[in-house]
């Protein structure tokens, strides 16, 4: 069965880096554009982020631009979000799918989510 699976979360102060990963396994990585996704505290999803299945052409939310940066390795079935910079206002659940999640969590593809504190 499908299975993405997101590690790397963690509490981090302002101006932090953390590296998110995203593993992917039953279904073929290599032919989907993948997403990032994220939900903060009482709020809806908001997309971050967007990387097509060869990695050549990347699109982020004005929020994170500059900060984010979105990969994959298709070899290793893995996404990833180097992220750097960090504000308190990325404190969120951060999720990796196959959509951007305009249609919620329900349509598609998605992980658990691992948490992100940006917090001092």
């Known amino acids: 069965q499908v299975q993405l699976v997101e590690s790397g979360g963690g509490s981090v102060q302002p101006g932090g880096s953390l590296r998110l990963s995203c593993a992917a396994s039953?279904?073929?990585?290599?032919?989907?554009?993948m997403y990032w996704v994220r939900q903060a505290p009482g709020k809806g999803l908001e997309w971050v982020s967007t990387?097509?299945?060869?990695?050549?052409?990347?699109y982020y939310a004005d929020s994170v631009k500059g900060r984010f940066t979105i990969s994959r390795d298709n070899a290793k079935n893995t996404l990833y979000l180097q992220m750097n910079s960090l504000k308190s206002e990325d404190t969120a659940v951060y999720y990796c799918?196959?959509?951007?999640?305009?249609?919620?969590?329900?349509?598609?593809?998605w992980g658990q989510g691992t948490q992100v504190t940006v917090s001092s």
């Open positions: 990387i097509n299945n060869v990695g050549g052409r990347k």
């Open positions: 039953g279904f073929t990585f290599r032919s989907y554009w």
């Open positions: 799918a196959d959509n951007d999640g305009r249609l919620g969590r329900g349509s598609g593809y």
